[in-house]
């Protein structure tokens, strides 16, 4: 179809046009919920994790019975790139990490296969596999905290607490909630043992009656005895006041009251107790959620829970995982109402005529709603990093439609009509928009489709600026034509004062002499030599992606040695209150450290607890405030940042690190220990990610016992061990307010035992006869460790740091010893070697793209290397004015290569129409005078769009305001070389003659 058949069918059909886009806009309104939001894009995970429980296991046994056993057994699932091994006691933890590019869904199916088959290959007592995606630790979606001090009836205070969990968990999406802290008793059943020793039963069985008591039985109804009833045993334990009269069976007929062999009373978890925010005691709920689901959604409904409960449970949110997205879709629209409104008053000004104007401001807005349908169409998901592409693109969507506007504009002062001028004026400038807009799209193809472990990042903001750039270009061939043709009578110009293009002309005569007598050749050659400069010398750091600013800090305390819960409390408010002294503004916040599992909890004993410190204003200081306070103290310390949500979903970002491989772990550690210090000295920075710690592992040898009445009930053994550290968790008693009913042994302030002298230990025979531990077993110590790492089979260490390049050793090792090293400079030179393949592809793509549109192969190679100079240039001014490059300067330079193809083809398109007799002056001028409007107006919007993404940018948005900052600098520059060099270029590599 001809451009003069296209706008005819735009003439006589524009009702059906206007209401075709009247439709679309309606679209938007039903639709508005297909979109899809997601925090972060969708990235394939690198790494899977499987958790598997040994309990009561040592690290050592664990490593051998369980990680071992399970690396090799994953070793043979496809697409496995490396396979690492952390096993501590009780726990085994199997990293796999994937090959770049392999199918995750054939991955999945045999990793499944291989867990369902791996529990029959591995010892008894091993717990079931858990497998995780991305990361070993999931990070609660949502932290909620409720006040204990506001309430003085716990039982109503349980009551609604227990109705909100039940709601919170109802929610579509939300997969799990923990709460810590209720503000409730437990009943502890705390067994004396000498006492216990006196009786014929063993730990196991008391245990076992307990629990059958706990429970009632059905018989079911009965035909024929009473109408609608149904028979039960009830309980025997029916609350926690008939505890101490509860008979415990001996077997031999006799009974005794179970008041006789333990100590029973109420009291709180250390969890209850320890669970602080600023100061005060509170509740802790903490919601996990599908990563899939709507974060926007889910967020509305735990609040629209939370405040059908204000008035019984008046709470406030810690954390909120939204927040993120919810402050950049805030900015979002603040930079859409930012750049439309003064787009819009920047194009008034310089047409001085609202007509134009508003005609731009409705292009932009069905840009907008063909934008909207399009992401629906591609399923692209609205997210923190497509929102940034999408800042960044709304002020090139009046670039097209203003190009259009303009040209119909200059057809209509020649008095034709407004069909004809509409013709005239798109054709005139047809082929610009086309080459423009087809070039900032097929920039980016090379960069989303070349298989890299990064793409899957960017992808959605790369997607998001073409789209919108296809957009802007739909706008000016659609909708500017069909509202200058139904509204012509407006758009047509009163007249055309050329006083403010005078004073531009004198302006821009007066300061080209500058650029007029300049030796290309020599200029080109300077600037290759001085950017060549810049990047081997003061050029900036390069880096892939810019540092995220930390959330808040996240600090683990572990007690070395038992601490009593009074002298942890004591120390909490002590540290509390020093914290708050330092920075009033901080919110800190304590908790447990395994909030997941906080039932088994010595009472009377601390545990291990994290604090989060949110609104932090200098994270090192503060660290280092924290550590000067904890010095002297008997608390293993581990500080970690609290990272952004963009952070902690980054691809893998290399570090200079080391790995040391050895098939010895004490041989190993001394070797870590040699090259620390050794390091040290020479002065490198770094330290060992870890460094295991070492124990002593005492082993029990049985003695042969040749009288069957003294074989040892070695389950009593480990039961009295167990019990006395840690209470078990029986259930709950009571038929209207429930009680947690907890089993312990001397655990709850008696110091029965002597834990120096265990061979005095005594427990009990096969017969229920007590005896002692010395009687019976022989012990043997050696020493081991409280953590094992494997890579691959072998123990491996990591030195995160810098590192000798000459001789990284630095040791001296014995027997089976190997290094790896790991350079993030080689890492970042590599990325970056891609990235200029790819744009030199991207340069391919685009020459053959204008072959297309210009049918000529001299004109593609002319602009290409016009384009090629400016792009060089604007990278050299890029690199003095930033001291970091990264990522995002990178894709603002390929959205100016697409745009300085847009400035150089419309240049062209005027140079050529002027006759080649015109002397060079006149030429020039006449150029000038077509373009000097819309190249304004095209850099003014589009900068008036960046300017709130450069200005008002919120935390951690330094991505999207790399690229605005890129493009801001590269359009001042256009358009220095719109008018100045492209002239003098033009005049001698264009085959015109002056």
Not at 114 to 141: A, H, R, Y
Not at 220 to 243: D, M, Q, V
Not at 259 to 285: C, D, F, H, W
Not at 659 to 667: G, I, Q, R
């Amino acid at each position: 179809m001809s451009i003069r058949s296209y706008i005819h069918s735009l003439f006589q059909h524009k009702q059906l046009y206007w209401v075709i886009c009247i439709l679309l806009f309606i679209a938007v309104l039903f639709r508005i919920s297909e979109l899809e939001i997601w925090l972060l894009p969708k990235l394939t995970p690198a790494s899977y994790f499987i958790l598997t429980e040994y309990p009561n296991h040592s690290a050592e046994d664990t490593d051998l019975l369980v990680s071992l056993p399970i690396s090799e057994m994953v070793s043979s699932v496809k697409s496995v790139e490396r396979i690492r091994t952390m096993s501590e006691h009780g726990k085994s933890i199997v990293q796999i990490n994937l090959q770049f590019g392999a199918s995750v869904s054939e991955f999945k199916d045999e990793l499944y296969q291989t867990i369902l088959e791996m529990k029959d290959k591995l010892p008894l007592g091993v717990g079931n596999s858990c497998l995780l995606q991305g990361e070993v630790s999931e990070t609660p979606f949502l932290e909620i905290l409720i006040p204990k001090t506001k309430f003085g009836n716990a039982e109503n205070f349980n009551f609604y607490l227990q109705q909100l969990f039940f709601q919170l968990e109802r929610i579509s999406g939300v997969t799990e909630v923990k709460r810590v802290a209720e503000p409730k008793n437990s009943t502890f059943i705390s067994l004396d043992s000498q006492v216990l020793d006196l009786f014929p039963i063993n730990i196991r069985d008391l245990e076992h009656q307990i629990q059958v008591a706990m429970r009632g039985g059905s018989l079911g109804s009965l035909e024929g005895y009473t109408k609608n009833t149904e028979l039960k045993f009830a309980p025997e334990i029916r609350s926690s006041l008939n505890l101490n009269q509860f008979p415990i069976h001996l077997g031999n007929g006799n009974s005794v009251s179970l008041g006789r062999l333990a100590k029973i009373y109420q009291s709180q978890l250390p969890s209850e107790r320890i669970t602080r925010i600023n100061g005060m005691s509170t509740v802790y709920i903490a919601v996990f959620t599908d990563p899939s689901a709507n974060p926007l959604k889910l967020s509305s409904e735990i609040k629209e829970k939370l405040k059908q409960f204000e008035n019984e449970l008046p709470s406030n949110i810690f954390y909120n995982g939204s927040d993120e997205l919810e402050n950049q879709l805030v900015q979002f629209g603040f930079n859409v109402i930012w750049g439309l409104f003064f787009a819009f008053l920047f194009s008034y000004f310089l047409y001085r005529s609202w007509t134009p104007a508003l005609i731009l401001f409705v292009s932009v807005l069905f840009s907008l709603i063909l934008f909207f349908h399009l992401l629906l169409l591609f399923s692209i998901s609205i997210n923190l990093l497509s929102l940034g592409g999408i800042s960044v693109g709304i002020g090139m969507l009046f670039d097209a439609s203003n190009l259009s506007v303009f040209s119909i504009r200059k057809q209509l002062l020649n008095d034709v009509s407004a069909v004809e001028a509409v013709i005239e004026g798109l054709r005139s400038v047809l082929v610009s928009l086309f080459s423009s807009s087809l070039t900032t799209i097929v920039v980016f193809v090379p960069l989303l489709v070349y298989p890299m472990e990064w793409k899957d990042f960017f992808f959605d903001s790369g997607v998001c600026i073409a789209l919108l750039v296809f957009c802007s270009l739909v706008s000016s061939v659609f909708i500017v034509p069909l509202i200058s043709i139904s509204f012509s009578d407006f758009l047509k110009p009163s007249g055309y004062n050329t006083n403010s293009e005078n004073l531009i002309l004198e302006f821009y005569e007066r300061t080209y002499v500058f650029f007029k007598f300049w030796n290309y050749k020599a200029v080109v050659i300077l600037l290759v030599l001085f950017l060549s400069f810049i990047i081997f010398s003061i050029g900036p750091k390069f880096e892939i992606f810019p540092k995220q600013k930390p959330v808040g800090v996240r600090l683990e305390m572990i007690p070395m040695q038992p601490i009593r819960l009074e002298d942890e409390l004591a120390f909490v408010l002590d540290l509390e209150s020093k914290i708050k002294r330092y920075d009033s503004n901080l919110s800190v916040l304590v908790v447990p450290l395994d909030v997941k599992n906080t039932q088994s909890e010595n009472p009377q004993i601390g545990i291990p607890i994290q604090w989060k410190l949110l609104r932090v204003s200098d994270h090192e200081k503060l660290k280092t405030f924290i550590s000067d306070n904890l010095s002297k103290t008997n608390w293993d310390l581990k500080f970690e940042s609290i990272e952004s949500q963009v952070a902690s979903t980054l691809p893998l970002v290399s570090v200079d690190s080391l790995l040391f491989f050895h098939d010895s772990w004490e041989e190993l550690k001394r070797i870590a220990k040699e090259f620390e210090i050794k390091s040290k000295t020479l002065g490198f920075a770094g330290k060992f990610d870890f460094l295991p710690k070492q124990i002593i592992l005492e082993e029990w040898d049985r003695n042969q016992v040749p009288v069957p009445d003294f074989i040892p009930n070695e389950e009593d053994l480990k039961l009295k061990f167990l019990y006395h550290q840690i209470p078990k968790y029986l259930g709950t008693v009571g038929e209207t307010s429930k009680n947690n009913l907890y089993l312990g042994l001397d655990s709850f302030g008696s110091d029965s035992w002597n834990w120096k002298d265990l061979s005095s230990l005594s427990f009990k025979t096969k017969t229920n006869e007590s005896t002692y531990i010395s009687s019976l077993y022989q012990s043997r110590k050696k020493e081991s460790y409280n953590q094992f790492r494997r890579d691959s089979g072998l123990f491996y260490m990591e030195w995160i740091g810098e590192y000798a390049d000459s001789d990284p050793r630095l040791v001296l090792p014995s027997g089976p010893f190997s290094i790896l090293k790991v350079s993030a400079k080689d890492q970042i030179q590599k990325f970056y070697l891609i990235l200029v393949v790819l744009l030199l592809i991207s340069f391919v793509f685009i020459y053959l793209a204008l072959v297309g549109i210009y049918e000529s192969f001299e004109i593609p190679f002319f602009y290409l290397s016009i384009s090629f100079l400016y792009l060089a240039f604007t990278t050299t001014f890029v690199f003095i004015l930033f001291q970091e490059f990264h990522l995002g300067h990178y894709l603002g330079l390929i959205v100016l290569l697409g745009l300085s193809i847009d400035s150089i083809s419309l240049f062209g398109e005027r140079w050529r129409e002027i006759p080649a007799e015109t002397i060079g002056f006149k030429r020039r001028e006449l150029v000038f005078r077509w373009l000097v409007w819309p190249i304004l107006l095209n850099s003014g919007t589009t900068m008036m769009g960046l300017i709130p993404v450069i200005v008002f940018g919120n935390q951690n948005s330094e991505f999207s305001k790399a690229i605005a900052l890129t493009m801001f600098i590269g359009i001042l520059i256009s358009i220095v070389f719109v008018f100045y060099i492209y002239p003098t270029l033009f005049y001698r590599f264009s085959g015109k003659s002056q």
